[in-house]
């Protein structure tokens, strides 16, 4: 490699390495003193049993419903288990991290340049909540990974003249983030709308680039959908747990913060045979 290239590169490669040594050290730490590492709790207990359920055949969830959660997480557990077992969850979740780590600095790289981006990655190295959540199984981890890689494609799209190579691309990534987090059917909406905007003046060239993310994202998404059309009858692009979470931040003593409600049961399966009781209209 060029020497110009290297030195180009070399504050993201140490932000990685630093990262996966930060990673390691946390990771050696939990597992000897976290009582709770190995027995996941709440959500993560629940993405555990659907994985664990989906590897024997039996977790697509109740015969004649849609999706009650997204289902990309607890399928790519089953895969993850299966290459490296009970490790393999945390360790591509810790992998997660250090890309996300090197992606925050090459976005702040690319947008105002290499001291900017520096100090993002050292800001990113160090926010102890990420760490944190590389930890359990839940899908947090994968979500800011998936986001930070969208928005560094999308800006390298726009710096690189519109490069319809990547707008494909970007599109399977915003499909991937919307099937694990359904309220990122907003973030399409938004790149669609910024793109669709920065181009306005040339709206018949500004057409292929906004149907090549759309096109991206619906092969991702279309089989979810089918799926639950299939079983259901009803037409939920990706899950039904919308309703139940609004209701969880609105319902009469709400205070902001996460609160269960004394009528509401604390397990998921328990709640989402309330959810269509308390919150019908929630798919999403």
């Not at 110009?4 to 946390?26: M, N, T």
């Not at 209701?247 to 309330?274: C, K, S, V």
Request: charged share 15%; net charge positive.
């Amino acid at each position: 490699m060029p020497a110009s290239r290297l030195r180009e590169y070399k504050p993201a490669l140490l932000l990685a390495a630093a990262a996966l040594l930060l990673r390691i050290a946390v990771l050696l730490w939990r597992s000897q003193n976290d009582p709770l590492w190995h027995e996941p709790l709440n959500d993560a207990a629940h993405y555990d049993a659907w994985a664990k359920a989906l590897a024997s055949g039996l977790g697509h969830g109740p015969a004649h419903a849609p999706y009650y959660m997204p289902p990309l997480y607890p399928h790519l557990l089953v895969l993850l288990q299966r290459i490296g077992g009970a490790w393999g969850p945390t360790i591509f979740q810790m992998l997660c991290g250090v890309a996300t780590v090197v992606g925050i600095q090459d976005l702040g790289r690319r947008l105002y340049g290499a001291r900017a981006g520096l100090w993002a990655g050292l800001l990113a190295l160090y926010f102890a909540p990420s760490i944190w959540f590389e930890g359990w199984l839940l899908p947090t981890t994968l979500n800011l990974f998936l986001l930070v890689v969208i928005l560094d494609l999308a800006v390298a799209c726009r710096q690189r003249g519109d490069d319809r190579r990547l707008l494909p691309w970007l599109g399977l990534l915003l499909g991937l983030a919307i099937i694990n987090r359904p309220q990122h059917l907003l973030l399409l909406a938004g790149v669609l709308v910024w793109r669709g905007w920065s181009a306005r003046r040339r709206p018949v060239e500004a057409f292929v680039p906004l149907l090549l993310i759309v096109l991206g994202a619906v092969i991702v998404i279309a089989p979810v959908t089918l799926r639950n059309i299939r079983v259901s009858g009803e037409p939920v692009p990706v899950s039904v747990n919308g309703g139940i979470n609004f209701y969880l931040g609105n319902f009469q003593g709400a205070t902001g913060r996460f609160d269960l409600p004394p009528h509401l049961p604390t397990d998921i399966a328990g709640q989402q045979e309330a959810s269509p009781r308390l919150a019908p209209a929630g798919r999403i």
